[in-house]
């Protein structure tokens, strides 16, 4: 079974343009989570999606939005990017919202100019 | 009260000697703690977790310790192997019905394991 894949891998954008971000999780799983994770530290909860709803959301401004279409995979899309927004942007599945075990796709490194 | 601290931030140990990281946490709310290896380009995968009604989990060489008057849980390393040189992240959560369980993770601990 394919894992959770996530494209593209690298991107590399300028300050002020808006990027979109796609995942696709593993079959059989409805709840789709973001991840931001900044060089040298660990990944911080951006968002998590389930059946298509919002279910979380973590401390990041309206610039970052998510979505998940029927099929559930998921896209992240940043606007105005900042150098800040510079990072590994992790998604991971799991099976539903509460779900403990959250597996991990390799992630859409951006870099910001 | 959401975060978890995490040390050391890297550690060096020879092959077939014992890794130790060590994580604390403030928020007595969680209740799910697992560690997650991250290897260079690669997604975090998980690696063993452990709830706070249980002071010690152990799947094969790595063990978790768990003390929940003082706080904190470590990751035990046996054996180490050059193999587990990675990039190690603790981790906690809160399970809410029907809402999101969000893992906050530690800064993460860079272990060398020398041959």
């Known amino acids: 079974d394919a894992g959770v894949t996530q494209s593209p891998t690298h991107l590399i954008k300028t300050r002020g343009q808006h990027v979109t971000l796609r995942c696709s999780p593993i079959?059989?799983?409805?709840?789709v989570s973001w991840y931001q994770q900044v060089l040298g530290q660990g990944p911080q909860f951006i968002f998590q999606?389930?059946?298509?709803?919002?279910?979380g959301r973590g401390n990041f401004p309206d610039r970052f939005s998510a979505r998940q279409f029927p099929n559930y995979s998921s896209e992240l899309n940043v606007n105005a990017l900042l150098l800040g927004d510079s990072a590994l942007y992790l998604c991971?599945?799991?099976?539903?919202?509460?779900?403990?075990?959250?597996?991990f796709g390799a992630g859409s490194r951006l870099t910001v100019l | 009260q959401q975060q978890v601290k995490q040390s050391p931030q890297s550690l060096i140990v020879q092959k077939g000697g014992i890794s130790i990281i060590n994580c604390a946490y403030e928020?007595?709310?969680?209740?799910?703690f697992p560690w997650y290896q991250q290897f260079p380009g690669k997604g975090p995968a998980l690696l063993i977790a452990?709830?706070?009604?249980?002071s010690e989990k152990k799947e094969g060489r790595f063990t978790i310790s768990f003390n929940k008057s003082a706080k904190q849980f470590s990751l035990h390393i046996m054996d180490s192997q050059p193999g587990d040189s990675a990039t190690y992240f603790c981790?906690?959560?809160?399970?809410?019905?029907?809402?999101?369980?969000?893992?906050?993770f530690g800064s993460g601990t860079q272990l060398t394991v020398l041959p």
């Open positions: 991971a599945s799991s099976r539903d919202s509460g779900a403990n075990v959250l597996t």
């Open positions: 079959s059989g799983h409805k709840s």
């Open positions: 999606y389930y059946e298509k709803e919002e279910r």
């Open positions: 928020n007595t709310a969680f209740d799910y």
């Open positions: 452990i709830r706070p009604d249980v």
């Open positions: 981790a906690a959560s809160i399970g809410t019905s029907g809402s999101a369980r969000q893992l906050t």
